[in-house]
């Protein structure tokens, strides 16, 4: 295919960088005219005007209805932030939409999310790399810290995670079954009451995700660093006004990029110190060293999430405790837990999230599909556009 095209591209600045510099190598060095870079975008007529029409009406009457067809005009609403009138508005758009994704965890789940708990979202496939067996690391860090009363002062919070595993994979299979078990003994514990809440989301599909970017206030984006393409939920996410907690992976960077790291919880490693972290890589020697995650194997190890089926989890522990584990959990477990902290003090502080809300939306023009389009036609397709209207 490379061979015979005369334009090859990736779909975020890291993805095409890896294909230059990894797979593609010595086609880049035969032909590097041939490659350039089209970060993936999402239609803003569906991912906000159609799914969220209570911020869409507040952002128009704000900043004029062109915002749907010309993103960039989102950028007006960065005047805002500093109106304590706006904010509170914004707040209102942000509590209705999730009670709106608390009535969906609730038919699909049985569980009751509190609207004004931080909403922490992981939706999307079921994968290793996308590292959904370290958010429920951190999920059952969270529980041993409330049932050992070292939970400090503490942010309410709900995590929804979804998504959908292929039929044969294995691991993914067992991911999910991880998270389901820990929440049922999260949501069973009388003395967790309200302060954590988890639920595992079944036939995750486009019309959930239509409820549940406009409710979301932590998007997570934790995939290991130089495995992602670029995603497109951190997107409708950002785009809906949730902050994103990630990785500096795929198109993360650029979203980071775009609305600054003071309102993004970054952490990590890099996708170079991925490759260098894998050539010494010691999981049981980060284990030993760190309380937290000790206690957290202790818990998966000790079998309390499965006390009638012994065993379950024994290939979930042998991968984080392997030293060929390609996804390196155990070395992002420590920083992710530091900046989910960070983010739970930031929700504390009501007026500060809402102006880093503000400006996610306000800043996530670049991330639109037609953006995306004018650069394939300006730079590969040269096609005459057509009039519309």
Not at 54 to 75: H, K, N, P
Request: neutral net charge; hydrophobic residues 40%.
């Amino acid at each position: 295919a490379i061979v015979g095209s005369y334009s090859v591209n990736g779909v975020a600045e890291l993805h095409s960088d890896l294909l230059r510099q990894g797979l593609f190598r010595d086609f880049y060095e035969l032909w590097p005219h041939k490659f350039n870079n089209k970060t993936n975008g999402v239609t803003q007529r569906r991912w906000l005007a159609s799914a969220n029409p209570e911020l869409s009406r507040l952002i128009s009457r704000t900043v004029g209805e062109g915002w749907v067809t010309r993103l960039d005009d989102l950028q007006g609403l960065a005047g805002h932030v500093d109106d304590p009138g706006f904010r509170q508005q914004w707040r209102a758009a942000k509590r209705a939409n999730k009670v709106r994704l608390a009535a969906l965890v609730r038919r699909d789940c049985g569980v009751d999310f509190d609207p004004d708990a931080l909403f922490d979202v992981q939706v999307k496939r079921i994968h290793e790399y996308k590292r959904q067996l370290l958010n429920i690391m951190h999920v059952i860090h969270l529980y041993a810290c409330l049932k050992s009363g070292v939970a400090g002062e503490w942010t309410p919070r709900c995590v929804l995670i979804g998504g959908k595993a292929a039929p044969g994979y294995f691991m993914a299979k067992r991911i999910i079954a991880l998270v389901c078990k820990v929440a049922n003994v999260i949501n069973g514990d009388s003395d967790i009451g309200g302060r954590l809440k988890v639920a595992f989301l079944p036939n995750y599909r486009v019309s959930a995700m239509e409820v549940i970017a406009p409710g979301t206030d932590l998007s997570e984006q934790i995939s290991t660093a130089g495995k992602e393409a670029s995603g497109t939920g951190n997107m409708k996410f950002m785009m809906n006004g949730a902050l994103t907690i990630g990785t500096l992976d795929g198109a993360n960077i650029e979203i980071r990029e775009e609305v600054g790291d003071e309102n993004f919880f970054l952490f990590g490693l890099t996708a170079d110190e991925v490759e260098a972290t894998r050539q010494h890589y010691d999981p049981n020697g980060l284990i030993e060293a760190d309380p937290a995650l000790k206690r957290v194997m202790g818990l998966l190890e000790s079998g309390h999430f499965n006390q009638f089926e012994p065993g379950l989890f024994e290939p979930i522990v042998h991968a984080i405790r392997s030293p060929h584990d390609p996804w390196l959990v155990a070395a992002d477990f420590s920083a992710f837990v530091a900046a989910q902290e960070r983010a739970a003090v930031a929700y504390r502080d009501v007026e500060g999230w809402t102006r880093m809300s503000i400006l996610n939306t306000a800043r996530s023009g670049k991330f639109s599909t037609d953006r995306t389009m004018l650069e394939y036609n300006a730079e590969i397709w040269k096609l005459t556009p057509v009039a519309t209207g």
